[in-house]
């Protein structure tokens, strides 16, 4: 029996050579067949019996796979995985037990372990299911933490629907932050509902906040949300609004942002109905499999419904004239690069091209 986390990664014949892998294993016989297996691809196995010399080892070498017999005789393998796993988020977990009930793999797995297998194993299944695991590890340590700030009720999808839809797709961490409830444009509390809507619709987590509409400054009081956020998140990339904007809200967000963020390697701005015609992008990502999901994120605003400028007609033209600038595609985004510490967000690679001008 195996209970695996992401079935996509469970490819066969992935390479576990040069890593260090850790066996937790009390009988004897067990542990070497395990680790000779793994060694016989060129794994770096080390055997332990207990998980209290487990987690001695822990503390005292890199680690990249534990393989941990779930009935130890001190502390359990599954406590021992919670433990690790607490302690090195990364770190590749596959349990191994002769008890073959469903309820022993739940709670493996809730206590961190990326697979489950029932004894006895294959060495070929084991050496896949831990290639799978580690390579699974890398995957989530590759992924993004997106923060999209955005000073009224839709202003972040009109802006980057179709880029954090994008991210979506990749798996990364999307959190959206909307600094005031828009009360000049509509009633807040069907904004809000709206604003919620179109966060679940992304699959993003949504902060809201009630700075008062069109009277944003960019002083503390914007720029305290903004930090919050980004230190709650741990965003690693931050979209905001550009200062070549005629709203004074977005402007000042704008500002707000760029203290906010001052220790996030990469930031990046972009257009709304109200920016300047000197806004001036040098980014453009591709959004063409992704707008007409953008379109339906920006619907969940009805309230907005009779503003001119989220027509689809209009969307679908804005998003056209900017792909002039870009590569094998007929829809994007335009983004102005404020900090750029790396050339391109790992996690969007075969989402679309992030293109220079």
Wanted: glycine fraction near 8%.
């Amino acid at each position: 029996m195996s209970i695996a986390m992401n079935m996509g990664a469970t490819q066969s014949g992935r390479d576990v050579q040069g890593r260090r892998v850790l066996v937790i294993e009390d009988d004897r016989v067990s542990g070497a067949i395990t680790a000779a297996a793994l060694r016989s691809h060129g794994a770096v196995v080390d055997v332990v019996r207990t998980g209290s010399a487990a987690l001695e080892r822990l503390a005292r070498s890199s680690i990249a796979a534990v393989v941990c017999d779930v009935g130890l005789p001190d502390m359990g393998g599954v406590r021992v995985a919670r433990e690790f796993r607490e302690a090195c988020p990364g770190i590749a977990i596959v349990m191994l037990t002769g008890d073959t009930t469903f309820e022993t793999a739940v709670e493996a797995i809730r206590a961190g372990a990326d697979d489950y297998l029932s004894k006895p194993v294959a060495p070929r299944r084991l050496l896949d299911v831990v290639a799978a695991a580690l390579k699974r590890r890398e995957n989530l340590a590759a992924r993004e933490t997106v923060l999209a700030v955005g000073a009224h009720p839709d202003d972040v999808e009109i802006g980057c629907g179709g880029l954090l839809l994008a991210h979506a797709a990749s798996g990364d961490k999307i959190t959206v932050l909307t600094l005031s409830q828009g009360a000049r444009g509509g009633e807040p509390s069907l904004r809000g509902r709206e604003s919620r809507l179109a966060a679940e619709m992304l699959g993003a987590d949504l902060v809201l906040c009630d700075l008062e509409d069109t009277a944003m400054e960019a002083g503390q009081a914007t720029i305290d949300p903004i930090a919050d956020a980004i230190a709650t998140t741990g965003a690693t990339i931050v979209y905001t609004h550009t200062n070549q904007d005629v709203h004074q809200d977005h402007r000042a967000v704008h500002r707000a942002t760029l203290v906010a963020a001052r220790e996030v390697s990469r930031v990046f701005a972009y257009q709304a109905p109200s920016t300047s015609v000197e806004f001036a992008p040098t980014r453009f990502m591709d959004i063409e499999q992704y707008l007409d999901a953008k379109i339906a994120l920006i619907d969940c605003y009805s309230t907005q419904a009779d503003r001119p400028y989220l027509e689809h007609d209009l969307l679908r033209a804005t998003a056209r004239y900017w792909a002039r600038f870009a590569r094998n595609t007929r829809y994007v985004e335009p983004l102005e690069v404020l900090r750029e510490a790396t050339s391109r967000p790992a996690s969007l690679a075969g989402q679309g091209d992030l293109v220079r001008a």
